[in-house]
């Protein structure tokens, strides 16, 4: 929910819009200049025979994280991503990007400064989301960009992180456990309403499709699966106590959005097993994620999700710590990552056990029985961390698909 300040600020600029056209431009002109100050001194793309640009959302630090894995594994490419934030305030988790672009600057002449900067440096463009690049980021469509940069000689593909394209009503029936089941509320709503939308759109692209989850791959089945990259030495070397060697094992979730993640049926069992004394829960909100590692590393055992079926960001660095990652995989999802671990060199075994709200309790308890096994079941998490998402792999994919077309 937007706070009252920016509230305000929405309002006063709807104010300003009903206006007399000359009487907008003066009023609004010292803001502007402001505003295009910041767009101008956005760092220029650095030399290279291939320029990679992603934008403009970042979800979880992952645009970064995939430019320095292109940067990092592909010979001859330069790679930037930009965060055009929607509030005055940057978010609590303070991902970091090469370019941020505040909701101040984004009053400016977006297109005509940033814009054509871009179209000037970039020779490849990710369209996360659906979204643009060159302007209008939030409210507009990927399709106004195509057609320009395609002028330009620039190649383009774009990329959906899960929720902004996952149909919720098809995901509700194939997963007894999806946060979509029950009556609809003003969130499932305007969530459908954005799904509804970037599938339209998608109708009309013709370019390579990526998603960054492999149960993405159900609802677009012609996409491309580009890993999610983690900082997979950093998680490693946080590694506190040996896995599962407290009497009370230190239980961990940590939910970016509680409804997306099972989160009150995650607490009802944790909370219990807690008052029972059989572990500690300690549930992360809000931190930055520079320190993420160190309360990964900290705990025995990493609960991610049990309603989605999909793996994320939190699940990666649970593994790249060598901590117990417990997380609902759907059987096809696990059968694709199997699918990836052989034909990267891994034995197919995916380390992550697999709980939903039925089960939770139940597989922990199994873990507090049989430690010993356990404690193996993480030791190959940093193995396979090291396999899928030190960035290797993506950037694989995105030579693939985009950077040698």
Same mark, same amino acid.
């Given at each position: 929910?937007?706070?009252?300040?920016?509230?305000?600020?929405?309002?006063?600029?709807?104010?300003?819009?009903?206006?007399?056209?000359?009487?907008?431009?003066?009023? +609004?002109?010292? @803001?502007?200049?402001?505003?295009? @100050?910041? %767009?101008?001194?956005?760092?220029?793309?650095?030399?290279a025979?291939?320029? #990679?640009?992603?934008?403009?959302? =970042?979800?979880?630090?992952?645009?970064?994280?995939?430019?320095? !894995?292109?940067?990092?594994?592909?010979?001859?490419?330069?790679a930037? =991503?930009?965060?055009?934030?929607? *509030?005055? +305030?940057?978010?609590?988790?303070?991902?970091?990007?090469?370019?941020?672009?505040?909701?101040?600057?984004?009053?400016?002449?977006?297109?005509?400064?940033?814009?054509?900067?871009?179209?000037?440096?970039?020779?490849?463009?990710v369209?996360?989301s659906?979204r643009?690049?060159? &302007?209008?980021?939030?409210?507009?469509? $990927?399709?106004?960009?195509?057609?320009?940069?395609?002028?330009?000689?620039?190649?383009?593909?774009?990329?959906?992180h899960?929720?902004?394209?996952?149909?919720?009503?098809?995901?509700?029936?194939?997963?007894a456990?999806?946060?979509?089941?029950?009556?609809?509320?003003?969130?499932?709503?305007? #969530?459908? *309403?954005?799904?509804?939308r970037?599938?339209?759109?998608?109708?009309?692209?013709?370019?390579?499709?990526?998603?960054?989850?492999?149960?993405?791959?159900?609802?677009?089945?012609?996409? +491309?699966w #580009?890993?999610?990259?983690?900082?997979?030495?950093?998680?490693?070397?946080?590694?506190?106590?040996?896995?599962? !060697?407290?009497?009370?094992?230190?239980?961990?979730?940590?939910?970016?959005?509680?409804?997306?993640?099972?989160?009150?049926?995650?607490?009802?069992?944790?909370?219990?097993?807690?008052?029972?004394?059989?572990?500690?829960?300690?549930?992360?909100?809000?931190?930055?994620?520079?320190? $993420?590692?160190?309360?990964?590393?900290? !705990?025995?055992?990493?609960?991610?999700?049990?309603?989605?079926? =999909?793996?994320?960001?939190? %699940?990666?660095?649970?593994?790249?710590?060598?901590?117990?990652?417990?997380?609902?995989?759907?059987?096809?999802?696990?059968?694709?990552?199997?699918? !990836?671990?052989?034909?990267?060199?891994?034995?197919?075994?995916?380390?992550?056990?697999?709980?939903?709200?039925?089960?939770?309790?139940?597989? %922990?308890?199994?873990?507090?029985?049989?430690? &010993?096994?356990?404690t193996?079941?993480?030791?190959?998490?940093? *193995?396979?961390?090291?396999?899928h998402?030190?960035?290797?792999?993506?950037?694989?994919?995105?030579?693939?698909?985009?950077?040698? +077309?």
């Open positions: 929910m937007a706070s009252p300040v920016n509230r305000l600020r929405r309002l006063a600029w709807r104010g300003l819009a009903l206006l007399p056209a000359p009487v907008r431009e003066v009023t +609004t002109l010292p @803001v502007r200049r402001r505003a295009d @100050v910041e %767009l101008r001194a956005l760092a220029p793309m650095p030399t025979d291939r320029r #990679l640009y992603l934008g403009p959302w =970042n979800t979880a630090g992952q645009a970064y994280a995939w430019a320095r !894995a292109a940067e990092r594994h592909l010979p001859g490419v330069a930037q =991503n930009l965060v055009a934030h929607r *509030a005055a +305030t940057a978010g609590s988790f303070r991902y970091p990007a090469d370019h941020e672009m505040s909701a101040l600057a984004q009053r400016g002449h977006v297109r005509e400064i940033h814009g054509a900067r871009v179209l000037r440096e970039a020779t490849h463009v369209l996360e659906g643009p690049v060159l &302007g209008d980021l939030h409210a507009g469509s $990927m399709l106004a960009d195509v057609p320009t940069l395609e002028a330009a000689g620039i190649r383009h593909a774009v990329l959906y899960g929720s902004e394209i996952r149909d919720l009503r098809g995901h509700a029936e194939a997963y456990h999806s946060p979509f089941h029950g009556p609809w509320d003003d969130y499932l709503r305007t #969530l459908q *309403a954005v799904v509804d970037n599938r339209r759109e998608l109708a009309d692209y013709a370019g390579p499709v990526l998603v960054s989850t492999p149960d993405l791959l159900d609802v677009l089945p012609g996409a +491309t #580009l890993p999610l990259v983690v900082e997979v030495e950093r998680f490693a070397e946080a590694a506190g106590a040996p896995v599962l !060697a407290r009497p009370r094992p230190v239980v961990l979730h940590a939910p970016s959005n509680p409804r997306l993640k099972g989160t009150d049926a995650v607490e009802r069992v944790l909370e219990g097993m807690q008052s029972a004394g059989l572990v500690e829960y300690r549930r992360l909100t809000g931190v930055p994620h520079a320190q $993420m590692a160190a309360f990964v590393g900290d !705990a025995d055992v990493v609960v991610d999700q049990v309603v989605l079926g =999909n793996p994320g960001v939190l %699940l990666a660095e649970t593994l790249a710590a060598g901590r117990l990652a417990v997380a609902h995989l759907a059987p096809g999802v696990r059968d694709r990552m199997a699918q !990836a671990d052989r034909e990267h060199g891994g034995d197919g075994v995916v380390p992550v056990l697999d709980a939903d709200p039925d089960t939770l309790e139940e597989v %922990l308890r199994r873990v507090l029985e049989d430690r &010993g096994r356990h193996g079941l993480a030791a190959r998490g940093p *193995a396979w961390a090291r396999r998402h030190d960035g290797a792999h993506a950037a694989e994919v995105l030579d693939r698909v985009l950077l040698s +077309t």
